[in-house]
């Protein structure tokens, strides 16, 4: 008589946000293509299986408008964005389709070149060194608040054209948006706005006067023929930063504390850094995205027609979800995929997605997270919890993955 399977694991609770890979597993095994009620009333299908999620993220059939939901009433706009729809920032590349969603990716993908992103690498090692000068002497710090969370947003605010005095602005707004929840009611909603007449502004200015910056090149691209709108210019600049800066804030975040956690790589990755070397740190920082990465489920994808998926039939307006945690962690994919292993060669994770909707911003993401982590070991080599690690609390939200606080310990480093 075969052994009964585990009773199904209770998804989005606290405790499942502080630790969801063992329920992932069960899913993985058990119900790999899932239909659930989510805790905002939506149902939508989780897809756990790397095979399937692979899939799912390329097939046209799985539009990103959601203008293809069938919403049922209680549904209506809980998909999304908190807060874009009603600052009309709907037409981002993460709501678009072909072909909107070709012209809009090739006009930004410039500012993402490899040349671009490599010009950029000294401003971003400027932002990390004097973020660390900051708390270096104090002994301890909240990696959060006082280092991955300010970094992005920084660096992001820097390519997008706004100046230097207006991006503390920006880190408040963004601060309540990735609250999720835990601010003042309406928190989101009002930032977002305020963060969508501030571009608007902007995007009006650097008309008068443009730079060499992303929302100066949107304009110029526009100007030459290619019928970017104002909204959809403020909406690209929106998901640019919101997509840009919260990813990293993870990726910093999730990274440090799943190397507090392992310290036989931390050491691996301390002495490769204090032999001048980086090719350990590059391919860290892949496993680290594929080990606990920032954005644990894929955004939002809804059928436009009947779809067969993981032996599950997805009907047409059906949202669909696809784990990229749960994916990244296949045992059917990834040799010992619960161990963290930086060295890790054989590592096509789905942390930034794939198909045309691969994260554009990647590459700057790679260099935040190599530049913020390398520099952090060498500097403070004595890093460590200041906390018990039962005491860290994870942020709620469906799609990211990212610790509320990060409270460190060091020796003072003192000029």
């Known amino acids: ?54 899939r799912a993220l390329a097939d046209p059939r799985l539009s990103k408008n959601p203008v293809h939901h069938a919403e049922q ?21 993460l709501n678009i389709d072909p072909p909107d969603h070709t012209r809009l990716r090739r006009l930004v993908s410039q500012a993402f ?3 671009r992103v490599a010009e950029f690498a000294p401003r971003v090692q400027e932002l990390t060194d004097g973020l660390i000068d900051a708390f270096a002497a104090k002994g301890e710090a909240d990696l959060i608040h006082d280092f991955a969370f300010p970094l992005p947003i920084y660096a992001i605010c820097d390519l997008l054209g706004v100046p230097r005095e207006d991006q503390d602005d920006f880190r408040d707004w963004a ?44 304009i110029r691209a526009s100007d030459d023929g290619e019928h970017l709108t104002e909204n959809e210019a403020a909406a690209m600049a929106f998901i640019l930063l ?24 931390r050491e691996r990755l301390q002495r490769s850094l204090d032999a001048g070397e980086t090719g350990l740190l590059a391919t860290g920082i892949e496993e680290l995205l594929r080990y606990d990465g920032p954005v644990e489920l894929a955004t939002w994808r809804y059928a436009t027609e009947p779809v067969q998926l993981g032996g599950q039939s997805v009907a047409v307006g059906d949202p669909v979800l696809v784990v990229l945690a749960a994916a990244d962690r296949d045992p059917e994919r990834f040799a010992d995929p619960d161990r963290l292993d930086l060295s890790r060669s054989d590592n096509k994770h789905l942390g930034y997605g794939h198909g045309i909707h691969y994260c554009l911003g990647a590459p700057l993401a790679r260099l935040e997270g190599q530049a913020a982590l390398g520099t952090l070991l060498t500097r403070l080599p004595d890093l460590r919890l200041a906390v018990d690690p039962s005491d860290l609390r994870w942020r709620g939200g469906l799609i990211m993955r990212g610790l509320r606080t990060l409270p460190v310990q060091f020796t003072a480093v003192r000029d």
């Open 1 to 54: 008589m075969s052994e009964l399977s585990p009773p199904a694991p209770e998804l989005f609770t606290w405790e499942f946000a502080t630790d969801p890979y063992p329920a992932y597993a069960w899913l993985r095994e058990h119900a790999p293509v899932h239909r659930t009620r989510l805790p905002s009333g939506v149902d939508a299908w989780l897809v756990t299986r790397y095979v399937d999620a692979k």
């Open 73 to 93: 009433a209680h549904a209506k706009g809980k998909t999304g964005i908190p807060g874009e729809r009603g600052a009309e920032l709907m037409t981002h590349l």
């Open 113 to 115: 070149t490899p040349r």
């Open 175 to 218: 601060g309540m948006m990735i609250r999720h929840g835990g601010g003042p009611r309406g928190g989101v909603a009002r930032s977002v706005k305020k963060m969508r007449g501030y571009l608007a502004e902007l995007i009006h200015r650097k008309r008068d006067a443009p730079g060499d910056d992303l929302i100066s090149g949107l």
């Open 242 to 265: 919101f997509a840009g800066f919260e990813t990293t804030v993870n990726l910093v975040g999730n990274g440090v504390y799943a190397l507090l956690r392992n310290p036989d790589q």
